[in-house]
């Protein structure tokens, strides 16, 4: 007898896997999707590993193989067990990034009377065995759930039960039909020789059934069957001249599978390698050699450059690359960044060689794209972060382009991964080569590539052929100065200058906004009263437009109030801005200048942010206003002028990033603006304009931020000197949130003491930044230590918990 270990799709599993025997006869491996008992249950499991033993001396059978083919990859499955343990998130919540979508189905159970049933006494049923036997005698096999329905859910279960301990019925299980499934459309098809079919069709024209001769000639002309609707539109003929036909025995109706692509590769002009720059190429033949090399560690790149400065190429190359050797490649992408333009830049280069995977996707086309994947027909899977799982073989490359964008980390659903961090790992399992590409990296990718962990390259300058276009001029602007000049306008005297200028000159705009809605918040100048949420307890935020106040949590609305709910006071005063503040304020300095405002308030419309870009690219406004999202309105050739309207949101954000993610917002915005012909200037306006993010952003010097923030990092015992966890209680009652917490701090202690575990320290609880979200309380407890996976492990969390090992925030 042999043995499985299998991680089931039950929340009761968690990070366990279960043993069961493999029964003689059924062909069985690692990666393969299984049917297995599982208490009254039957259930999806996927095999993790054989062994010649069980892990329990008890060990009930495998049912059935789901499908053939192992669903996962040896590397796969110890990724997926990686993931589980490091994130410390259920087994099957990792193993399921890795199954192909729509794959989590139900098993359902049919009952039938037994074949020798007349041999049985079946006077000694209870009225309720007799109606059941009834009822399942009808049929030759009946679906429990309609039994359910018939006599109650309890009812069939036990009912079903007693009989089957009797021998009168039998269970069997099926597989839930597939949900998705593959695409078939209806083909004509001729069942005829090409000139048999001819010469009918000239007869039935001579009977003068014309519509029926012409779709039969045009039919004998193809060498192939035709899609019907193909054949209606060439002919115009309708179905039921179609029909004629396939009464006559002529044509037969096909239903034929056919293969849904999401990338439309007409008006793609293939395009070929460019000769790389001395920078480009000496960054290249690093990549190039370790990709020749077996087993080179480590096998992570750092590319550093600029925007512009060439990356995408490199990756291109080293794409090609592992091409020549057999091999395939995965490039993840900011979700935002996935548009038609990027994938074709990879389409192009690859034609018909590149898959992408995108939730904008219908289901189909995903689960089509996934088993076209595994059958090795792409070169190049392209995605957001859960792409690092499609089953890509042979795996060569794995590109991660802006490292450092917050996305990469799943924050908001188990398992709480980073596919930086776990494309590091499968590369470990694979020998492939990671490239990880940035402007400004991230400060722990930074700092591993410091350490030689990584190899750092560098491309410090931007490619243009011709001139150089040098990065924009940046210009800070104190808002302390400009209130003391008496301005209380949004636009510092400065900033509206130079638009104007800009506007009158022909030249466009982008003013870039950190934050949605009007006013962000609402203050009392009185008593410093600031309007919260009832629910989560946020600042609610004044929309114009609609003169409410709303919540960004939870989407609750209030009017906005006459006076202080707390002191009465009558000088409530708008505080911050937003969008549409901005917008209107524009309108009112710059009177004749056309307006445009992008945010995700406009942007809901799954197309809108393409019209809104070519509205504005065609210069159908002067002005664009935003949130982060402007960022890739950036190189628009006409654009001269960037205006941050407050750099300060970001900043005083209380988390330790807050730096970091301003330097990367203004680095972003500093870095794409003016890259047309025209140049550009950037205007910042902060009310603390000699904060180190602000200062090195606007001189374009990633490496003076990076030496200030590891300098305060490791004062501050902060990542990457140290690990952060983030355990998080939600509840409906906050008393009891609170002394759940608490008691949770009280075990960790207790744990840490026990184990002399020195380097740990607890933050809390506390409340969470957001502390009430949709009408559930949340405390939380930061770890700062080492290894607290290892630590927290073995430590059982009650349900209401959630974990966040290494999270991007701590709001
Ligand atoms: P990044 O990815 O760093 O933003 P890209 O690879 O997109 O940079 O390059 C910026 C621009 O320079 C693109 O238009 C690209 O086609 C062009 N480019 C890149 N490398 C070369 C090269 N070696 N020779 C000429 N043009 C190049
Ligand atoms: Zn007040
Ligand atoms: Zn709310």
Wanted: charged residues 25%.
């Amino acid at each position: 007898m042999r043995y499985a270990e299998v991680s089931v799709n039950s929340p009761v599993a968690q990070r366990r896997t279960f043993s069961y025997a493999i029964p003689s006869g059924l062909s069985i491996n690692v990666g393969q999707a299984v049917w297995v008992p599982f208490g009254e249950k039957i259930l999806q499991g996927i095999v993790l590993e054989l062994s010649p033993y069980p892990a329990v001396a008890e060990t009930r059978e495998i049912i059935d193989v789901i499908e053939h083919r192992p669903l996962l990859s040896p590397a796969q499955v110890i990724l997926a067990r990686w993931i589980s343990e490091y994130y410390l998130s259920p087994l099957f919540d990792a193993v399921a990034l890795m199954l192909p979508p729509g794959f989590e189905r139900k098993a359902l159970t049919f009952v039938s009377a037994a074949p020798n049933l007349n041999d049985h006494d079946l006077s000694s049923l209870s009225p309720a065995q007799q109606q059941v036997m009834e009822l399942v005698r009808k049929k030759s096999s009946l679906n429990l759930k309609e039994l359910e329905k018939r006599v109650g859910k309890k009812k069939a279960q036990t009912i079903t039960s007693q009989l089957v301990k009797r021998g009168l019925v039998t269970r069997s299980y099926e597989i839930e039909p597939v949900k998705i499934s593959t695409k078939r459309v209806p083909y004509l098809c001729l069942n005829v020789a090409n000139s048999q079919a001819r010469e009918m069709a000239a007869k039935l024209r001579g009977k003068r059934a014309v519509k029926q001769a012409n779709l039969l000639n045009f039919l004998a002309e193809q060498s192939e069957p035709v899609p019907l609707t193909e054949a209606r539109q060439r002919t115009g003929a309708n179905k039921s001249v179609a029909d004629a036909l396939i009464g006559k025995g002529l044509v037969t109706l096909q239903q034929i599978e056919v293969k849904r692509e999401p990338i439309s590769y007409q008006g793609i002009t293939p395009s070929s390698p460019l000769k790389l720059t001395a920078a480009q190429e000496s960054a290249f033949n690093s990549i190039r050699e370790a990709m020749h090399r077996e087993k080179a560690q480590p096998n992570v790149f750092l590319l550093h450059g600029v925007t512009g400065s060439g990356k995408t190429e490199i990756y291109l190359q080293a794409l090609a690359e592992v091409v020549k050797l057999s091999k395939r490649g995965i490039v993840l992408v900011p979700e935002i960044a996935l548009t038609p333009q990027t994938i074709e830049r990879f389409a192009s280069r690859f034609l018909h060689k590149v898959a992408v995977l995108h939730s904008q996707l219908s289901p189909g086309e995903q689960f089509d794209e996934w088993h076209r994947i595994k059958d090795g027909e792409f070169d190049v899977v392209i995605g957001p972060r859960s792409a690092l799982f499609a089953p890509q073989p042979d795996l060569g490359l794995i590109v991660i382009d802006e490292e450092h964008e917050w996305t990469y980390k799943q924050h908001d659903k188990s398992p709480r991964y980073h596919a930086r961090d776990a494309a590091i790992k499968l590369a470990e399992l694979t020998g492939a080569v990671v490239i990880l590409g940035s402007a400004t990296p991230d400060i722990a990718t930074y700092y591993h590539a410091q350490k030689s962990d990584y190899h750092l390259l560098q491309l410090p300058e931007r490619v243009v052929p011709t001139e150089k276009s040098p990065l924009p001029q940046v210009e800070i602007v104190d808002l302390r100065e400009e209130l003391k000049a008496g301005n209380r306008s949004i636009f510092s005297r400065s900033l509206a200058q130079a638009t104007a200028k800009a506007v009158a000159g022909g030249e466009q705009v982008i003013l870039f906004l950190n934050r949605r809605g009007g006013a962000t918040f609402i203050q009392c100048r009185s008593c410093g009263f600031v309007l919260r949420c009832r629910r989560c307890e946020v600042t609610l935020t004044h929309h114009f437009a609609e003169d409410v106040l709303v919540c960004h949590q939870c989407n609750h609305k209030t009017p906005v109030p006459n006076s202080c709910p707390r002191c009465s006071s009558r000088q409530i005063k708008f505080l911050g801005i937003g969008t549409q503040k901005l917008e209107q304020e524009a309108s009112f300095t710059l009177p004749q200048a056309r307006m445009l405002r992008w945010d995700s308030d406009m942007t809901k419309r799954k197309k809108s942010h393409e019209e809104i870009l070519s509205k504005f690219r065609a210069h159908q406004a002067d002005i664009l206003i935003g949130t982060q999202m402007v960022a890739k309105g950036l190189d628009l050739p006409r654009v001269t002028l960037v205006g941050v309207v407050s750099a300060d949101t970001s900043l005083n954000l209380p988390d330790f990033r807050a730096g970091e993610r301003t330097f990367q917002l203004l680095s972003q915005v500093a870095g794409r603006a003016g890259r047309g012909p025209l140049g550009g200037q950037v205007i910042i306006q902060t009310f603390s304009p000699e904060h180190y993010a602000i200062q090195t952003a606007a001189k374009h010097d990633y490496a003076s931020f990076y030496d200030k923030e590891i300098d305060y990092r490791r004062q501050l015992h902060n990542p990457p000197f140290t690990q952060l966890a983030l355990l998080t209680y939600t509840h409906t009652n906050d008393a009891l949130c609170q002394r759940e917490a608490e008691r949770m701090r009280a075990q960790l202690i207790e744990e840490k003491d026990a184990k002399g575990i020195a380097d740990l320290s607890l933050i809390g609880p506390s409340p969470a930044f957001i502390h009430r979200l949709r009408g559930r309380f949340r405390w939380q407890i930061i770890l700062r230590g080492t290894e607290l996976s290892t630590f927290l492990s073995p430590i059982p969390l009650p349900q209401g918990w959630t974990v966040d090992i290494d999270p991007v925030t701590l709001l």
